[in-house]
């Protein structure tokens, strides 16, 4: 029954246009009234769905209420999200997948909350996570990678996370080094990557993805309304939540499946396309001092190459960054 109706929905959504009656049928090998009838079930679950004589179904809209089954209905990846929990409130994604991770879960992995009361972004630091109005979700991934590979998997979801909003609006998205998904200067996305390892080779890594979706303006904490922004209100639209989530999920599972097989190479080209201020002049402090420098591009191993102004490169791993006009500091 939830098969046929993964299937009913693949079908829609992959025709342009309208697909008719007969065509369900003979596709699904069921009778046209138990099509009409999955359809109405599809509208209970808020897909709007539009039926016209002769011409046939078309997906009018998509629901925005996460379920598990809005979420996996119409998820055409092979291993990414196949598995997938979805949860009213949890303290954390993270959490949950370590545990996950840890009972033997496989690769691909997903856990999806509608809102999570102790968000975590990285160093212990914070992540507002409001009810309904974002992405809060991480992802359980089993490379076979050494640790040392491993800011690589971040570098590359921030490139999927970029390309899944160029693709769905005309905003342009930049991915400010080494983790933070921009638009139009402000925040709207982070990843935090965390990373079981034993000799020297990593056991199981949990990449959280924290994504602004549709606040508004007037949603956005006090504390952070500077630098924080969302989907919403740079692109002045409501996004679908679940077919936003499909699509990183989607993407997510092209891009990492390239990476596995081709190696960073294509990963580190898309990061410098959407890379912020990449070819730009900002200023760095160290410890041990503060400089000019023009940002590069970034090295196999996570750092951020720049050059100084006598021509000297140098690898920064952490450093304060001070972005300059519209930007602020890492
Ligand atoms: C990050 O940390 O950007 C990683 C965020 C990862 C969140 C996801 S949600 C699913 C999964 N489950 C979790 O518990 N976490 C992951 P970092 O670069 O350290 O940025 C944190 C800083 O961003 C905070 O100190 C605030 O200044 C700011 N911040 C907090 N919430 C924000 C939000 N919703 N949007 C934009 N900025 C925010």
Redesign the pocket.
Known sequence: MESTRKQLIELLEKQEGYISGQQLSDSLQISRTAVWKHMNELKKDGYEIEAVQRKGYKIVSYPDKISTNTLQWGLDTKWMGQNLYHYDQ??????IVHEMAKQGMPHGTVVV?DE?V??????A??????KGK?????ILLRPNLPPIQAPQLTLMAATVLAKMISEESDLKPQIKW???LLVHH???????TEMQAEHDQIQYV?L?????VN?DLSE??Q??SH????LKIESGSHWSIPKTIQSILRQFEITYDQYVKEGFQQVKKEWERYGYKIGEEVTISTMKKTWEATLIGIEPDGALKARDRSGNEEKLYSAEIHWGEGGYH?
């Open positions: 949890v303290e954390s994604t993270q959490q909350a999570q102790r968000g975590k972004g990285r160093m630091r914070n992540w507002h996570s409001p974002g992405i809060w979700m991480s080494p983790n933070d402000k925040k709207v996305s982070g990843i935090l949990v959280g993805i924290g994504m602004n606040q956005i904490q504390e952070i630098k924080a922004s969302s890492a």
